[in-house]
């Protein structure tokens, strides 16, 4: 929907302006090819797209600073290219002018929960360096009745909104399951969610991080529990403009800096002495104590050392942001772990 | 209308001498008779009157309930958040308040830097004695263009920095109130002047003119707002060459000038509409030039014609600025919706809503008592 729209914006920008002003629309397309990371480091600060307001992810606190999952990112690439997470342009999207602001070059990256797609990666010129957090769409239920597994969840009525994927997943895992279920279909949110409360249904079934939200929002959370089961992809990362992969490399390798920080047990709080006294040589080259990788990238070698202390590794920032909400690791545990989080080498 | 029931009502001279100084009946005068002809004139009057009475009374009880007694001003603030069990164990028979308490500086200066919020606080102050100095018709000559332009320029100082040992604080951090204000008195400020243009336009006899007046305000009148806004945060970059972003606020202060511009117009044009020929003739026939004539005669009769539609269109764009939140700006009430998105305030929306409709009212309701004294002052020639 969205890729499709915003295409045909441009089509029509470049048309409307071609026919006005005889210039050719070649010069109007957004091919940036230019060094995003020269532009940004001789600019001093990063242009960082976050969303207006999602729980846990990027969200303004009470003193007006931006806090959550994503902005992390931000901060994360500040220090990699700066050393200093406060250089950072926090720019507010919404979902209509996400990519644009992304096209135009008023932002540098756009870590905003953003699923990456097929469309969005060729039609609307974009890429997914790196996915940092799998979503999909998953159960939440009472505490009291007991069910630790959708598995458990035959004949049970289950509210879902209509007319979107949603519903269809849920129709599709219960067949493939094997299992039956009554759908109570509402259309606006807060009345699906009183109907859920309320108790008109056993389940309440939409993204996982939505479901976090809604059970956060509860009285008392406690009595909602998220079942581990998800029926759908919904991979959420970074995206940059299409074409400068230097830049893309640096996003992707800094979403592997913490992921591989985690998997070697390397956080904010130990990785003085990691740098001190870890001799495996992974972490050696990982820490930028040999191997030179820093370089290579563009940055100094002690990025990823940096990068680790100012923010913590993945593991950190999942359960500084994400664990209170009552978002639990699933997909996004290490590949250690059976989870789908998986750094590539440092070498 | 007003004049001839004012007329008819009013007491004549002549009888009141006749009846003297004896007191008339308690019943047939004073606040029980007004009573009693209005609230109890038939069984069915009374039914009515004593079934609104009650509802009145509970839901005012009610809401003083809600408001004042049961509610909670401020809860604990701890490193790992706000302690909301308080206002949750309310279960909504109280206003959680403690709401507003802790995220008031957010709603009124948005993501500011919380160190330098005094600056946006000083920032509304010039624009509420902007607005005062202005309403004041001993100001209105010449100088108060001045007056204008000096204290935007000071807002404009204090709100960027980068000057005078004020740290600079780039525009996608300014948020709250103060953007309100902005986009609403640059909105208007603007947009009347351009407003006034269009409408002689459209009435002018040159047709190039004509037409480029009628089509301006066609086409801007037939989209709504909100595409407006669109077009200029997502189209318009798109044309610009790599590199060059002109600042999202300004896109959205011009689509909002453009947009109020075009109604304003129609509003002045009813006004120059209603004027009667004679005036024009006259004007004529005393030899003015087109401007002399437009300056001194037409406008100022055209425009004190017009001023409850135009404060009518006034307020309404003072609230239309909030759809920017639609191209992520944070304005008054963005700001609010913001402010509960942290999972601990999740669900006190009523009372975020509250306050801002009250500082909304506030400005609205300013301009509106206004506006009927200034239409009374300006007007007074017309009551006979």
Redesign the interface.
């Known amino acids: 929907m969205k890729p499709m729209r915003?295409s045909t914006?441009?089509a029509?920008?470049?048309a409307a302006?071609a026919t006005a002003l005889a210039a050719p629309a070649m010069?109007?397309q957004?091919a940036?090819n230019?060094a995003t990371m020269d532009?940004v480091k001789s600019r001093g600060t990063l242009s960082c797209g976050v969303n207006?307001?999602?729980?846990?992810f990027a969200?303004?606190?009470?003193?007006?600073?931006?806090q959550g999952f994503d902005v992390e990112y931000c901060r994360a690439l500040a220090v990699a290219l700066f050393n200093d997470a406060s250089k950072v342009?926090?720019?507010?999207?919404?979902a209509?002018?996400r990519f644009?602001?992304l096209?135009?070059?008023?932002i540098d990256v756009l870590p905003r929960n953003t699923t990456a797609t097929l469309s969005r990666d060729t039609s609307l010129g974009l890429d997914f360096p790196a996915i940092n957090f799998y979503d999909g769409q998953g159960f939440m239920v009472k505490a009291s009745l007991g069910v630790k597994s959708a598995k458990e969840l035959d004949g049970a009525t289950v509210c879902v909104q209509p007319g979107t994927t949603t519903e269809q997943n849920l129709t599709d895992w219960f067949r493939a399951s094997n299992l039956k279920f009554t759908p109570v279909i509402i259309e606006r949110l807060e009345e699906l969610v009183s109907a859920y409360v309320a108790g008109r249904c056993d389940a309440y079934t939409t993204d996982v991080s939505g479901l976090a939200?809604t059970r956060?929002?509860q009285?008392?959370p406690g009595e909602h529990v998220i079942l581990p089961e998800v029926i759908s992809k919904e991979p959420l990362g970074p995206s940059v403009r299409h074409g400068d992969q230097r830049w893309a490399d640096l996003v992707r390798w800094t979403h592997n800096v913490l992921v591989a920080a985690e998997e070697l047990g390397i956080s904010s709080k130990n990785v003085d002495q990691a740098v001190a006294n870890d001799q495996r040589p992974e972490a050696q080259r990982l820490l930028g104590k040999t191997g030179g990788l820093g370089q290579m990238l563009g940055v100094s070698d002690a990025w990823a050392v940096n990068v680790i202390k100012a923010v913590g590794n993945y593991g950190e920032i999942f359960e500084k942001h994400l664990t209170?909400?009552g978002i639990q690791r699933g997909p996004n545990a290490q590949w250690t772990q059976g989870g789908l989080q998986y750094s590539p080498p440092f070498r | 209308m007003a004049e001839i029931t004012a007329e008819a009502t009013a007491p004549r001279p002549a009888q009141d001498a006749e009846l003297g100084h004896r007191r008339p009946p308690l019943l047939a005068v004073g606040p029980l008779a007004w009573a009693k002809a209005n609230l109890f004139s038939s069984w069915i009057s009374t039914a009515v009157t004593l079934a609104l009475g009650y509802l009145l009374v509970r839901w005012t009880m009610g809401f003083i309930d809600w408001a004042f007694i049961n509610a909670i001003w401020s809860v604990p603030v701890t490193p790992q958040g706000a302690q909301t069990q308080a206002c949750r164990a309310l279960g909504g028979t109280g206003a959680c308040w403690a709401v507003v308490t802790e995220k008031h500086r957010f709603i009124l200066f948005g993501t500011y830097p919380y160190e330098e919020h005094w600056r946006p606080a000083i920032c509304v102050l010039l624009f509420i004695g902007l607005y005062i100095v202005s309403a004041m018709r001993r100001f209105w000559r010449p100088a108060l263009a001045l007056i204008w332009l000096a204290t935007l320029a000071v807002i404009g100082v204090l709100m960027w920095g980068g000057m005078l040992g004020l740290s600079y604080v780039p525009q996608e951090r300014w948020g709250g109130l103060v953007i309100t204000l902005i986009l609403a008195t640059f909105g208007i400020a603007l947009a009347f002047p351009l407003s006034i243009l269009v409408a002689l336009g459209r009435r002018s006899s040159m047709p190039a003119i004509k037409t480029l007046c009628v089509l301006y305000v066609e086409l801007i009148r037939g989209v709504p707002l909100i595409s407006l806004l669109f077009m200029a945060s997502v189209m318009f970059p798109l044309f610009l060459p790599e590199g060059m972003n002109i600042d999202k606020l300004l896109r959205a202060q011009i689509a909002i000038i453009l947009f109020a511009a075009a109604y304003l117009a129609e509003v002045v044009r009813a006004g120059l509409q209603a004027l009667p020929r004679g005036q024009y003739e006259a004007a004529d026939a005393l030899g003015l030039t087109y401007w002399q004539k437009t300056g001194f005669i037409i406008l100022p009769q055209a425009l004190r014609l017009v001023i409850p539609p135009l404060v009518n269109t006034f307020i309404g764009f003072f609230k239309d600025t909030s759809l920017v939140l639609i191209i992520g700006i944070f304005d008054l009430l963005t700001a609010g919706k913001t402010a509960i998105v942290e999972p601990a305030w999740q669900g006190f929306g009523i009372e975020i809503y509250v306050t801002v409709g009250l500082i909304y009212f506030v400005f609205c309701f300013a301009m509106s008592r206004y506006s009927q004294g200034l239409e009374a002052e300006l007007n007074r020639h017309r009551v006979r």
């Not at chain 1, 969200?59 to 931006?66: A, F, L, V, Y």
């Open positions: 915003l914006f441009r029509l920008g470049a302006l010069a109007q957004p940036q230019a532009a207006t307001g999602l729980a846990g969200q303004p606190d009470s003193q007006g600073r931006w342009r926090y720019v507010p999207t919404t209509q002018n644009t602001a096209q135009s070059g008023e939200a956060s929002a009285p008392n209170p909400l």
